[in-house]
């Protein structure tokens, strides 16, 4: 009921296209799904996050995607450019969480 | 302001070897993490701590030990190191109700 299923494992897109990467959850308790992105070498950092008030949330081309009664969001990377090739994140936290619970990752590589 | 610090970067251990990861934090965030990867299995939580003098067990606790004696400061510990704890080490600092900051991780290689 923890677990937080993230999809596909990796994703090639064409330089201009979308990248989509889904996850899905069980825990009707959590409040707070982030993703984070991360380069190799470097550690994971936050690049947008959604509270179930409201389906989509978009910050420059990253839009994410909230179906609560699926209990599924989505990443929507919009004219995806090579510097976005990263393995994406998602996560999940119940209010007043004590620790996030993370997909296992998605490696983005977007080809020029 | 440098965030979160981990130290060090990298590190090779012969198997039984005892090492410490240190994770140093300056935002006063109550809530530290720590973290394994490996390949395909994503981010994995050893341990935790939700305030000074307090540690609590993740997914993975076995072969760790933790201690934070100062708020600041979040240490890991490896008492005998097996090659099966070769990983990417990353600490994670929390402000209550928000996402995590992480470090920028400590390669271990146990041979």
């Known amino acids: 009921q923890q677990q937080v299923k993230q999809s596909p494992q990796s994703l090639i897109v064409q330089k201009g296209g979308i990248s989509i990467i889904n996850c899905a959850y069980e825990?009707?308790?959590?409040?707070?799904f982030p993703w984070y992105q991360q380069f190799p070498g470097k550690g994971p950092a936050l690049l947008i996050a959604?509270?179930?008030?409201?389906s989509e949330k978009k910050e420059g081309r990253f839009t994410i995607s909230f179906n609560k009664s699926a209990k599924q969001f989505s990443l929507h990377i919009m004219d995806s450019q090579p510097g976005d090739s990263a393995t994406y994140f998602c996560?999940?936290?119940?209010?007043?969480?004590?620790?996030?619970?993370f997909g296992t990752g998605t490696r983005l590589l977007v080809s020029p | 302001n440098a965030g979160v610090t981990q130290t060090p970067k990298f590190r090779v251990l012969k198997t039984g070897q005892s090492m410490t990861l240190l994770c140093a934090q300056d935002?006063?965030?109550?809530?530290m993490y720590w973290y394994r990867q490996d390949p395909g299995m994503g981010l994995r939580l050893i341990h935790y701590?939700?305030?000074?003098?307090?540690?609590a067990k993740g997914e993975v606790p076995d072969g760790y030990n933790v201690s934070r004696l100062k708020k600041q400061n979040f240490l890991l510990g490896l008492e005998s190191a097996a090659p099966s704890q070769t990983s990417v080490y990353f600490c994670?600092?929390?402000?209550?109700?928000?996402?995590?900051?992480f470090g920028s991780g400590t390669r271990l290689t146990v041979v």
């Open positions: 701590s939700v305030g000074e003098g307090t540690t």
């Open positions: 994670a600092t929390r402000e209550d109700g928000y996402g995590y900051t």
């Open positions: 935002m006063n965030h109550e809530y």
């Open positions: 959604i509270r179930p008030d409201v």
């Open positions: 825990n009707t308790a959590f409040d707070y």
């Open positions: 996560a999940a936290g119940a209010m007043g969480f004590q620790k996030l619970v």
